[in-house]
């Protein structure tokens, strides 16, 4: 599967390694609350990676392989090899985005905490990113600035003036024009404009639209339409509040807009659906375009069933074709044109279902992790505990099932599977792919228990190569393969 809907040829296990780690900290040092990372995002051509952390502030790197890279891409075309370079990042800049708040009038306290980072279009070489936290969301320009300093002065500055008066050693025998001259550069970060005061629930999701020009935000009962000019007012698209809040079932847990089809939208539910909308029928979506959900067995359902079957994260595959969202147990993906039921299912850790009880006491049943493609549609990823990560093959006949560490010496861990095969239209849908990253029971891969507190829940695929970044903690780990 690729992210256009063609069936591509199976593609190989992919072979992950270490790249580069950034804010690792040292044996037994603490980390700080304000340090942890809550937000990963690559921009459109993935030359820049953002993140966002707890403290309110936004980080920047910028990739450094670019130099000449085209030139030996071409000749190693012409060579008929393949580059064995991968992308390779530093720090740019960092900024602070968002600072603690309290809304006097609810009597709640506003954490500075970064939610969602997403990059806007580039232009005359300026960043622009929009950054959100519970209840605000900021507009950014990030352009160099050049340092301009006066110069050709008629005194010397470094000579003192006596008493106020000047020396006559330090007369200037002519008079001179001070001159304004540029020396060095400095990164500069803006806010251009603040979008607030349109959410009473925390904000969980904004995207930006592929017209270049508006963006939505959702928060868990209300989707709104803004202009990225405008921010005075907004549209609200989607209303799920009800008259009487005791007959609420469900909640808004994120949304994505389409990558290329500008009035399509989809957003999911803490009821493990997903609903695609069309801003072409009406200007409030109340009624879906399709939707998609998968039904329990009868007699399957426990009390659990509703808490792990909520979506925690869901995205548009590059092509569009394809949905992938992530709820507690598992990763699925959907076809657009197929509301069925998800045409494969990943098992992410399934050996934690007999430790649900466990999970709910310590509150960790509650954790959103989220997912990711690959540029290619091939893979998806997303995060679990003890601070892995895994990797799941998804085209036709591929059996790619892969569990790595965040850590600087990763174990690649692979479970050898049947091939299974990827379904393209719903009359197979019987057949559902469904795989499995292990089955050990409350045990990881290698037998060892799981460790709760130490969880990958954010990680972003490079949009062109197989480089994936997830951060553990404090820390921002890359991996290529």
């Not at 405008?230 to 847990?253: C, G, H, R």
């Amino acid at each position: 599967m690729d992210g256009g809907g063609d069936v591509a040829m199976t593609p190989a296990g992919l072979d992950w390694k270490f790249s580069q780690v950034f804010g690792e900290r040292a044996a037994g040092e603490e980390v700080q609350e304000v340090d942890v990372i809550s937000a990963i995002e690559f921009d459109k051509a993935g030359d820049h990676l953002a993140t966002g952390d707890r403290g309110g502030r936004v980080v920047l790197f910028e990739r450094t392989d670019q130099t000449n890279y085209g030139v030996h891409r071409r000749v190693l075309e012409g060579m008929d090899c393949s580059s064995s370079r991968h992308p390779e990042y530093r720090y740019k800049t960092e900024f602070q985005s968002h600072e603690p708040e309290f809304d006097y009038l609810k009597s709640l306290e506003i954490e500075e905490k970064i939610n969602k980072i997403k990059w806007c279009q580039t232009a005359n070489s300026s960043l622009f990113l929009l950054s959100t936290n519970d209840k605000t969301i900021k507009f950014w320009k990030v352009q160099e600035k050049k340092i301009k300093k006066i110069c050709n002065f008629n005194l010397d500055p470094s000579k003192q003036l006596r008493n106020g008066f000047i020396c006559s050693s330090n007369a200037p025998t002519s008079l001179r024009l001070p001159m304004v001259t540029s020396h060095d550069t400095s990164l500069l970060a803006r806010c251009r404009r603040t979008f607030a005061h349109a959410h009473d629930y925390h904000i969980n999701s904004i995207s930006n639209n592929s017209d270049g020009e508006t963006f939505i935000s959702a928060d868990d009962l209300r989707i709104n339409l803004w202009n990225l000019e405008i921010n005075s007012q907004s549209f609200n698209i989607v209303d799920m509040k009800p008259a009487n809040m005791e007959d609420l079932t469900e909640v808004i847990t994120s949304a994505d807009f389409h990558p290329s089809h500008c009035n399509m939208l989809a957003y999911s539910s803490s009821k493990g659906s997903i609903r695609l909308l069309d801003l072409r029928q009406s200007a409030l979506c109340d009624n879906h375009s399709k939707l998609f959900e998968e039904h329990e067995p009868p007699g399957s359902r426990s009390f659990f069933t509703d808490i792990i079957s909520s979506i925690s994260d869901l995205k548009f595959a590059k092509g569009g074709r394809y949905i992938l969202s992530r709820d507690y147990m598992t990763l699925k993906l959907w076809d657009i044109n197929m509301d069925s039921g998800p045409v494969a299912t990943f098992q992410v850790h399934e050996h934690l279902k007999s430790k649900l009880s466990d999970l709910y006491e310590n509150d960790s049943i509650f954790d959103k992790f989220e997912c990711c493609l690959s540029g290619d549609g091939q893979r998806v990823a997303s995060g679990s505990y003890s601070n892995l990560f895994r990797v799941f093959g998804c085209s036709e006949g591929s059996s790619e099932a892969t569990a790595l560490e965040a850590t600087k010496n990763p174990t690649s861990r692979r479970q050898i599977q049947t091939s299974p095969r990827f379904l393209r239209s719903p009359s197979n849908y019987s057949q559902a792919v469904t795989r499995r990253g292990s089955e050990n029971s409350g045990v990881d891969i290698n037998g060892t228990s799981y460790d709760f507190s130490t969880k990958l829940l954010h990680l972003a695929w490079h949009p062109n190569e197989n480089l994936i970044a997830c951060a553990a903690s404090n820390s921002l780990y890359m991996y290529y393969a």
